[in-house]
Protein backbone atom coordinates (compact mmCIF):
# COMPACT_ATOMS: atom_id res chain seq x y z
CA UNK A 1 0.00 0.00 0.00
CA UNK A 2 1.24 3.21 -0.54
CA UNK A 3 2.30 5.53 2.20
CA UNK A 4 -0.24 8.37 3.51
CA UNK A 5 1.56 11.57 2.01
CA UNK A 6 1.27 13.53 5.19
CA UNK A 7 2.43 10.04 7.96
CA UNK A 8 5.66 10.24 5.62
CA UNK A 9 6.23 13.61 5.87
CA UNK A 10 5.85 13.25 9.32
CA UNK A 11 8.23 10.45 9.81
CA UNK A 12 10.63 12.37 7.21
CA UNK A 13 10.52 15.80 9.17
CA UNK A 14 11.26 14.20 12.54
CA UNK A 15 14.09 11.92 11.46
CA UNK A 16 15.28 14.89 9.82
CA UNK A 17 15.14 16.31 13.42
CA UNK A 18 16.21 13.27 14.93
CA UNK A 19 19.54 13.53 13.08
CA UNK A 20 20.74 16.54 13.69
CA UNK A 21 19.78 16.65 16.88
CA UNK A 22 21.73 13.59 18.11
CA UNK A 23 25.64 14.78 18.26
CA UNK A 24 26.90 12.53 20.81
CA UNK A 25 29.31 9.34 19.83
CA UNK A 26 27.88 5.93 20.61
CA UNK A 27 30.24 2.90 19.69
CA UNK A 28 33.57 3.58 17.14
CA UNK A 29 32.34 1.50 14.87
CA UNK A 30 29.67 3.69 13.30
CA UNK A 31 32.75 5.64 11.82
CA UNK A 32 35.59 2.79 11.23
CA UNK A 33 33.25 0.18 9.78
CA UNK A 34 31.57 2.89 7.38
CA UNK A 35 32.46 6.56 7.20
CA UNK A 36 36.11 5.52 7.12
CA UNK A 37 36.37 3.03 4.64
CA UNK A 38 34.03 5.14 2.34
CA UNK A 39 36.68 7.66 2.52
CA UNK A 40 39.26 5.64 1.78
CA UNK A 41 37.98 3.42 -0.82
CA UNK A 42 40.33 4.57 -3.32
CA UNK A 43 43.71 3.50 -4.19
CA UNK A 44 45.11 3.20 -0.64
CA UNK A 45 42.01 1.05 0.34
CA UNK A 46 43.85 -1.68 -1.75
CA UNK A 47 47.21 -0.68 -0.39
CA UNK A 48 46.95 -0.14 3.18
CA UNK A 49 50.54 -0.43 3.68
CA UNK A 50 51.73 1.21 0.92
CA UNK A 51 53.93 -1.69 -0.37
CA UNK A 52 51.89 -2.51 -3.33
CA UNK A 53 52.14 -6.51 -2.34
CA UNK A 54 49.04 -6.69 -0.01
CA UNK A 55 47.09 -6.95 -2.70
CA UNK A 56 48.54 -7.80 -5.71
CA UNK A 57 45.27 -6.88 -8.29
CA UNK A 58 46.42 -3.11 -8.73
CA UNK A 59 43.95 -2.61 -11.70
CA UNK A 60 41.04 -2.44 -9.27
CA UNK A 61 42.29 0.77 -7.71
CA UNK A 62 40.51 3.12 -9.99
CA UNK A 63 37.65 2.05 -9.42
CA UNK A 64 36.47 4.48 -6.75
CA UNK A 65 39.19 7.34 -6.05
CA UNK A 66 37.63 9.46 -4.29
CA UNK A 67 39.88 10.87 -1.00
CA UNK A 68 42.60 8.12 -0.33
CA UNK A 69 42.49 8.41 2.99
CA UNK A 70 40.98 7.27 6.11
CA UNK A 71 42.05 4.80 8.92
CA UNK A 72 41.17 0.94 8.48
CA UNK A 73 40.70 -1.06 11.28
CA UNK A 74 42.62 -4.70 11.88
CA UNK A 75 39.47 -5.94 10.60
CA UNK A 76 39.62 -4.85 7.30
CA UNK A 77 42.99 -6.01 7.18
CA UNK A 78 41.71 -9.59 8.55
CA UNK A 79 39.17 -9.57 6.24
CA UNK A 80 36.08 -9.72 8.12
CA UNK A 81 34.13 -6.51 6.99
CA UNK A 82 32.68 -6.35 3.95
CA UNK A 83 33.09 -3.23 1.71
CA UNK A 84 29.32 -3.57 0.59
CA UNK A 85 27.54 -0.60 3.20
CA UNK A 86 30.63 1.55 2.99
CA UNK A 87 30.07 1.30 -0.84
CA UNK A 88 27.07 3.21 -0.41
CA UNK A 89 28.36 5.96 1.43
CA UNK A 90 31.58 6.21 -0.88
CA UNK A 91 28.93 6.45 -3.43
CA UNK A 92 28.03 9.43 -1.71
CA UNK A 93 30.89 10.70 -1.65
CA UNK A 94 32.44 10.09 -4.86
CA UNK A 95 29.12 11.83 -6.19
CA UNK A 96 29.61 15.33 -3.61
CA UNK A 97 33.31 15.09 -5.27
CA UNK A 98 31.99 15.31 -8.87
CA UNK A 99 29.62 18.08 -7.79
CA UNK A 100 32.38 19.95 -6.27
CA UNK A 101 30.43 20.08 -3.06
CA UNK A 102 32.96 17.05 -1.25
CA UNK A 103 33.37 20.02 1.82
CA UNK A 104 33.50 19.37 5.47
CA UNK A 105 29.90 19.73 6.58
CA UNK A 106 28.32 17.71 3.52
CA UNK A 107 30.94 14.63 4.08
CA UNK A 108 29.53 14.60 7.86
CA UNK A 109 26.14 15.50 7.43
CA UNK A 110 25.28 13.50 4.00
CA UNK A 111 25.66 9.99 5.38
CA UNK A 112 23.46 10.54 8.10
CA UNK A 113 20.35 12.24 6.53
CA UNK A 114 20.32 9.36 4.18
CA UNK A 115 20.04 7.04 7.01
CA UNK A 116 17.41 9.35 8.59
CA UNK A 117 15.05 9.06 5.18
CA UNK A 118 15.61 5.36 5.18
CA UNK A 119 14.85 5.42 8.88
CA UNK A 120 11.30 7.57 8.14
CA UNK A 121 10.60 5.31 5.17
CA UNK A 122 10.99 2.15 7.84
CA UNK A 123 8.81 4.14 10.17
CA UNK A 124 6.04 4.47 7.59
CA UNK A 125 6.44 0.18 6.45
CA UNK A 126 5.78 -0.53 9.81
CA UNK A 127 2.72 1.22 10.10
CA UNK A 128 1.56 -0.39 6.75
CA UNK A 129 2.12 -3.50 8.20
CA UNK A 130 0.08 -3.20 11.33
CA UNK A 131 -2.51 -1.67 9.48
CA UNK A 132 -2.48 -4.36 7.19
CA UNK A 133 -2.18 -7.39 10.02
CA UNK A 134 -5.01 -5.26 12.48
CA UNK A 135 -6.33 -2.07 11.44
CA UNK A 136 -5.57 2.03 11.39
CA UNK A 137 -5.88 2.51 15.03
CA UNK A 138 -3.81 -0.19 16.37
CA UNK A 139 -1.26 0.99 13.24
CA UNK A 140 -1.43 4.56 14.58
CA UNK A 141 -0.68 3.20 18.34
CA UNK A 142 2.52 1.12 16.86
CA UNK A 143 3.61 4.13 14.96
CA UNK A 144 3.68 6.37 17.72
CA UNK A 145 5.54 4.32 20.04
CA UNK A 146 7.72 3.57 17.09
CA UNK A 147 8.81 7.48 16.92
CA UNK A 148 8.79 7.25 20.60
CA UNK A 149 11.23 4.79 21.22
CA UNK A 150 14.12 6.62 22.51
CA UNK A 151 16.79 3.77 21.45
CA UNK A 152 15.46 4.00 17.52
CA UNK A 153 15.70 7.83 18.05
CA UNK A 154 19.74 7.18 19.72
CA UNK A 155 20.07 4.75 16.78
CA UNK A 156 18.49 5.08 13.61
CA UNK A 157 20.71 7.81 11.96
CA UNK A 158 23.76 6.84 12.66
CA UNK A 159 25.78 5.02 10.28
CA UNK A 160 26.23 1.42 11.84
CA UNK A 161 25.44 -2.03 10.20
CA UNK A 162 23.37 -2.89 13.03
CA UNK A 163 20.94 0.50 11.84
CA UNK A 164 21.04 -0.67 8.30
CA UNK A 165 20.32 -4.45 9.39
CA UNK A 166 17.10 -3.13 11.55
CA UNK A 167 15.90 -0.79 8.79
CA UNK A 168 16.19 -3.73 6.19
CA UNK A 169 14.72 -5.98 8.53
CA UNK A 170 11.21 -3.89 8.85
CA UNK A 171 11.10 -3.49 5.30
CA UNK A 172 11.74 -7.53 4.91
CA UNK A 173 8.44 -7.48 7.28
CA UNK A 174 6.59 -5.85 5.31
CA UNK A 175 6.80 -8.65 2.75
CA UNK A 176 7.14 -11.52 4.94
CA UNK A 177 3.98 -14.09 4.58
CA UNK A 178 2.27 -14.28 7.84
CA UNK A 179 -0.12 -17.27 8.44
CA UNK A 180 -3.25 -16.04 8.12
CA UNK A 181 -2.73 -12.79 6.04
CA UNK A 182 -3.05 -12.04 2.57
CA UNK A 183 0.10 -10.11 2.11
CA UNK A 184 3.61 -11.17 1.07
CA UNK A 185 6.20 -11.39 -1.44
CA UNK A 186 8.74 -14.81 -1.01
CA UNK A 187 11.40 -13.12 -3.66
CA UNK A 188 11.09 -9.49 -2.77
CA UNK A 189 11.38 -10.71 1.55
CA UNK A 190 14.56 -12.58 1.07
CA UNK A 191 16.16 -10.64 -1.21
CA UNK A 192 15.89 -7.79 1.58
CA UNK A 193 16.97 -10.77 4.11
CA UNK A 194 19.87 -11.65 1.94
CA UNK A 195 20.88 -8.04 1.43
CA UNK A 196 20.50 -7.18 5.35
CA UNK A 197 23.10 -10.37 6.04
CA UNK A 198 25.65 -9.38 3.59
CA UNK A 199 25.97 -6.12 5.58
CA UNK A 200 25.63 -7.67 8.78
CA UNK A 201 25.88 -11.83 8.63
CA UNK A 202 24.49 -11.93 12.31
CA UNK A 203 21.25 -11.19 10.71
CA UNK A 204 21.05 -14.67 9.86
CA UNK A 205 19.62 -15.04 13.42
CA UNK A 206 16.48 -13.58 13.90
CA UNK A 207 15.18 -14.79 10.32
CA UNK A 208 16.14 -18.24 10.97
CA UNK A 209 12.95 -18.98 12.61
CA UNK A 210 10.72 -16.50 10.43
CA UNK A 211 12.45 -18.35 7.26
CA UNK A 212 12.09 -22.11 8.51
CA UNK A 213 8.22 -21.01 9.70
CA UNK A 214 7.47 -19.82 6.20
CA UNK A 215 8.92 -23.05 4.47
CA UNK A 216 6.72 -25.08 6.75
CA UNK A 217 3.65 -23.14 5.76
CA UNK A 218 4.59 -22.97 2.21
CA UNK A 219 2.89 -25.70 0.50
CA UNK A 220 4.93 -25.58 -3.11
CA UNK A 221 8.34 -25.96 -1.05
CA UNK A 222 10.27 -26.72 -3.97
CA UNK A 223 9.33 -23.94 -5.74
CA UNK A 224 10.19 -21.78 -3.00
CA UNK A 225 13.45 -23.08 -3.25
CA UNK A 226 14.71 -23.43 -6.79
CA UNK A 227 12.92 -20.29 -7.68
CA UNK A 228 13.23 -18.13 -4.77
CA UNK A 229 15.79 -19.21 -2.07
CA UNK A 230 18.84 -20.07 -4.23
CA UNK A 231 18.54 -17.25 -7.43
CA UNK A 232 18.52 -14.65 -4.67
CA UNK A 233 21.17 -16.37 -2.68
CA UNK A 234 23.62 -16.31 -5.60
CA UNK A 235 22.73 -12.98 -7.02
CA UNK A 236 23.50 -11.47 -3.27
CA UNK A 237 26.63 -13.53 -2.40
CA UNK A 238 27.60 -13.47 -6.43
CA UNK A 239 27.41 -9.64 -6.00
CA UNK A 240 29.40 -9.11 -2.57
CA UNK A 241 31.52 -11.10 -3.48
CA UNK A 242 32.50 -8.86 -6.82
CA UNK A 243 32.62 -5.92 -4.54
CA UNK A 244 34.80 -7.90 -2.03
CA UNK A 245 36.95 -9.08 -4.69
CA UNK A 246 37.17 -5.31 -6.07
CA UNK A 247 38.25 -3.74 -2.86
CA UNK A 248 40.08 -6.58 -0.87
CA UNK A 249 42.03 -7.71 -4.32
CA UNK A 250 41.26 -11.55 -3.95
CA UNK A 251 38.21 -13.73 -3.52
CA UNK A 252 36.95 -13.55 -0.04
CA UNK A 253 33.62 -14.61 1.66
CA UNK A 254 33.90 -12.23 4.55
CA UNK A 255 30.49 -13.05 5.90
CA UNK A 256 31.59 -16.86 7.38
CA UNK A 257 34.84 -15.12 8.03
CA UNK A 258 32.70 -13.04 10.75
CA UNK A 259 30.61 -15.70 11.69
CA UNK A 260 33.88 -17.50 12.09
CA UNK A 261 35.22 -15.22 14.49
CA UNK A 262 32.44 -13.72 16.02
CA UNK A 263 30.61 -16.80 16.87
CA UNK A 264 32.11 -20.22 16.50
CA UNK A 265 35.73 -18.84 18.08
CA UNK A 266 34.27 -16.16 20.44
CA UNK A 267 37.26 -14.03 19.86
CA UNK A 268 35.11 -10.83 20.58
CA UNK A 269 35.30 -11.16 24.00
CA UNK A 270 38.77 -9.01 23.28
CA UNK A 271 36.28 -6.00 23.57
CA UNK A 272 34.64 -6.93 26.96
CA UNK A 273 32.53 -10.18 28.24
CA UNK A 274 29.48 -10.23 29.99
CA UNK A 275 27.39 -12.80 32.10
CA UNK A 276 25.09 -14.78 30.01
CA UNK A 277 21.85 -13.35 31.14
CA UNK A 278 23.03 -9.77 30.28
CA UNK A 279 20.72 -9.40 27.39
CA UNK A 280 17.54 -10.64 29.57
CA UNK A 281 18.42 -8.81 33.00
CA UNK A 282 19.80 -5.53 30.94
CA UNK A 283 20.05 -5.48 27.11
CA UNK A 284 16.57 -5.78 26.22
CA UNK A 285 14.59 -4.17 29.30
CA UNK A 286 16.91 -0.69 28.30
CA UNK A 287 17.00 -0.75 24.80
CA UNK A 288 12.74 -1.58 25.50
CA UNK A 289 13.01 1.10 28.00
CA UNK A 290 9.54 2.67 29.18
CA UNK A 291 8.03 -0.06 26.22
CA UNK A 292 8.92 -3.00 28.63
CA UNK A 293 5.77 -3.04 30.13
CA UNK A 294 3.60 -2.48 27.37
CA UNK A 295 6.19 -6.04 25.81
CA UNK A 296 5.04 -7.60 28.20
CA UNK A 297 1.51 -7.25 28.05
CA UNK A 298 1.08 -7.27 24.16
CA UNK A 299 3.33 -11.07 24.72
CA UNK A 300 0.23 -12.18 26.45
CA UNK A 301 -2.44 -11.22 24.74
CA UNK A 302 -0.73 -11.70 20.94
CA UNK A 303 -3.00 -13.18 18.41
CA UNK A 304 -1.25 -16.95 17.68
CA UNK A 305 -0.25 -16.06 14.34
CA UNK A 306 1.96 -13.62 15.87
CA UNK A 307 4.10 -15.12 18.39
CA UNK A 308 6.48 -16.38 15.21
CA UNK A 309 7.70 -12.49 15.99
CA UNK A 310 8.10 -13.19 19.80
CA UNK A 311 9.72 -16.57 19.15
CA UNK A 312 12.18 -14.67 16.93
CA UNK A 313 12.85 -12.30 19.57
CA UNK A 314 13.62 -15.13 22.28
CA UNK A 315 15.76 -16.67 19.82
CA UNK A 316 17.83 -13.95 19.08
CA UNK A 317 18.50 -13.20 22.77
CA UNK A 318 19.12 -16.96 23.06
CA UNK A 319 21.83 -17.13 20.52
CA UNK A 320 23.54 -13.79 21.41
CA UNK A 321 23.22 -14.60 25.10
CA UNK A 322 26.09 -17.83 24.23
CA UNK A 323 28.23 -15.37 23.04
CA UNK A 324 30.61 -13.69 25.78
CA UNK A 325 30.72 -9.62 23.92
CA UNK A 326 27.54 -8.26 24.59
CA UNK A 327 26.53 -4.73 23.54
CA UNK A 328 22.73 -3.18 23.47
CA UNK A 329 23.01 -2.63 19.74
CA UNK A 330 23.29 -6.32 18.67
CA UNK A 331 19.62 -6.74 19.93
CA UNK A 332 18.51 -3.46 17.73
CA UNK A 333 16.87 -5.51 15.23
CA UNK A 334 14.42 -7.29 17.32
CA UNK A 335 12.53 -3.96 18.28
CA UNK A 336 10.65 -3.70 15.27
CA UNK A 337 9.28 -7.33 15.92
CA UNK A 338 8.48 -5.60 19.77
CA UNK A 339 6.64 -3.02 18.68
CA UNK A 340 4.47 -5.50 16.60
Known sequence: AAAPAPLLALALALRTLNCFLVQTSFVPDEYWQSLEVAHRMGTEALDPDGSGEAFPFS???????IHNYGYLTWEWTSSLRSYSYPLIF????????????????????????????????????LYLLVQHLENSETAKFVFFCQLCSWFTWYSCTRTLTNTMETILTIFALSHYPIKGSKMGNSCKYLALVALAIVIRPTAVIPW???????????????DLILHNCIPVGLVTVGTSLIIDRVFFGEW??????????????NLGTFYGSHPW????????????????PFFIHGCALAPRRYRIFLLAVIWTVLVYSTLSHKEFRFIYPVLPFCMI
Open 59 to 65: WSSSVLN
Open 90 to 125: ASMYKALQLLAKDNVQLLIWVPRLAQAVLAAFADVK
Open 208 to 222: MPLVFNHFLQEQRKA
Open 252 to 265: VLVQLNFLKFNVLQ
Open 277 to 292: HWYFTQGLPVVLGPHL
